[in-house]
């Protein structure tokens, strides 16, 4: 009761507090957008018996002595049937490293990207399929994450999305929520990335950028006054690649607010994260 | 007589024919070499024709307890992404209503929190580990593939005014009725510090929940 007693005081200064949840509405039209939709995306799904055209579809011919069929598109599955060499199979679909393959008989499985790797296709070459390796780690262009870490002591959860304009420098986009105990921070910038050696499996980089801090102080405290400022951030991190298409990155980054008043406002943030490249 | 001497000459040839048909039998199944081999065109492997299912878009409805503030009906949407057969990472949003807390309903006509205020809206960001994959049968003609499955991550909650940072951790379990459409039931604990009723202290949101998600 004693809890509760404070607590009411507390709430009433709280609830004085101006109404701004211009976002919830936002997200909650996602939301119902999403719930149109989904039925859309659900139909096909039902109709989907695994027997649609096959016509079209990539057929493969066994070159091992034979292949491995699973249940499911996991290695934990039980193999229920093997494909001799000299057997055509259809590649239905594929889910991660795992196709659904199709007989002649009509009859369905799982064989990993290992084995369809080994076949032949209706040329009598071997099948090349564009798996990602450590080669594509400093070819490809595009690339994307998700990072946490701390801002300035705040817990800080960011994205990004970069494009490699060489093999040395790129250019991301960032968009960053920090949610301390005294204020909620959002941050946008765009960032100039340099690495100098892409050829690293473990290649370090410097990045420099500029954006937007958005400030907005919790309500239960007494000044409750938004600031936007601009800002400008300098840092160093790694990228590490680890397997497929998948690599991890971490950063700490220095940044400075430039404020209207006597002093300009400087944090220190560090983060760590998983990145796909494409 | 002519007749017999027809049928004697009939019946001779029948019997020299035989062995030459016989003979051409042979030669007339190796001119047709398909119905040993199959009929398949001298095609490479065109990956671009091979539909990838590794992305998840789906809705969840369930029941989300606040702290102090009572169980409420919660409904959201998730995006997932299958990096491979046992990791994804995944990303929610959920929608629910804060209700009163007990001190309001004995106090009668008090209001620690305006109708906005008591508006729930969650989001994260989590990975997720396939734990047991399985099979579930439904008679002895069906087999749907099932997984267990755990997840851990980060997020916000913006709830009694404030934007906070909020971890969560959660299991489920999916049955696959076909590739591309699942449903799931789950449960999410979020934690988040709130000072609401006065000392800060983290509350635990316990949500359970079922859900329906289609791959492409």
């Known amino acids: 009761m004693c809890d509760i007693d404070s607590g009411f005081d507390n709430s009433v200064a709280l609830s004085t507090a101006p109404d701004s949840k211009p976002g919830a509405a936002r997200l909650r039209i996602v939301a119902w957008l999403l719930a149109c939709v989904l039925p859309l995306l659900v139909s096909p799904a039902l109709a989907d018996d695994g027997r649609g055209a096959t016509a079209d579809l990539p057929r493969v011919q066994v070159a091992e002595p034979y292949v491995a069929w699973h249940t499911g598109p996991a290695a934990a599955y039980p193999v229920v049937r093997v494909s001799e060499k000299g057997e055509w199979l259809t590649l239905v679909r594929r889910k991660t490293d795992w196709f659904r393959v199709r007989d002649r008989r009509g009859r369905e499985g799982w064989v990993h990207v290992d084995d369809v ?143 209207d008043r006597q002093t300009n406002e400087e944090a220190t943030e560090w983060k760590l994260g998983l990145s796909i490249f494409f | 007589m002519e007749t017999r001497t027809q049928h004697l000459f009939l019946t001779l040839s029948r019997r020299a024919w035989l062995p030459l048909l016989l003979c051409a039998a042979p030669a007339w199944a190796a001119e047709e070499p398909t119905l040993i081999e199959p009929d398949v065109r001298p095609v490479a492997v065109d990956e671009a024709l091979i539909d990838t299912e590794n992305f998840e878009v789906g809705a969840f409805t369930g029941v989300l307890n606040i702290e102090d503030f009572g169980s409420s009906f919660v409904y959201g949407a998730r995006l997932g992404y299958n990096l491979s057969e046992s990791l994804f990472v995944e990303s929610n949003i959920g929608f629910a209503e804060g209700g009163e807390t007990s001190f309001e309903q004995l106090a009668g006509d008090v209001e620690l929190l305006t109708d906005s205020e008591r508006e729930y809206v969650y989001y994260n960001l989590n990975f997720g580990y396939r734990l047991l994959p399985g099979e579930a049968f439904f008679g002895p003609d069906h087999a749907f593939n099932t997984n267990f499955y755990l997840v851990a991550g980060a997020g916000a909650t913006d709830f009694a005014g404030d934007n906070r940072f909020t971890t969560n951790v959660g299991f489920g379990y999916q049955v696959l009725f076909t590739d591309s459409l699942a449903v799931e039931l789950g449960v999410r604990e979020h934690m988040y510090k709130i000072d609401v009723l006065g000392d800060e202290k983290t509350a635990f949101n316990t949500e359970i929940r079922c859900g329906l998600s289609v791959f492409f």
């Open chain 1, 117 to 259: 790797l080994l076949t032949l296709d209706g040329a009598g070459e071997p099948v090349t399929l564009t798996e990602p390796r450590f080669d594509d780690f400093s070819t490809r262009r595009w690339e994307a994450g998700l990072m946490m870490g701390e801002f300035d002591r705040a817990p800080v959860t960011a994205v990004y999305a970069g494009y490699w304009m060489t093999a040395n420098l790129s250019l991301e986009l960032w968009g960053s929520q920090a949610l301390g105990t005294a204020s909620e921070i959002l941050m946008v910038s765009g960032n100039l990335v340099h690495q100098p050696f892409p050829d690293w499996r473990v290649s370090p980089f410097f990045t420099l950028g500029y954006g937007h801090i958005a400030i907005r102080p919790k309500t239960t405290l007494a000044d409750t006054e938004n600031r936007d400022n601009p800002m400008a951030n300098a840092g160093l991190g790694v990228r590490f690649y680890m397997t497929d298409r998948y690599f991890l990155r971490a950063e700490v980054k220095d940044y400075k607010t430039f404020t």
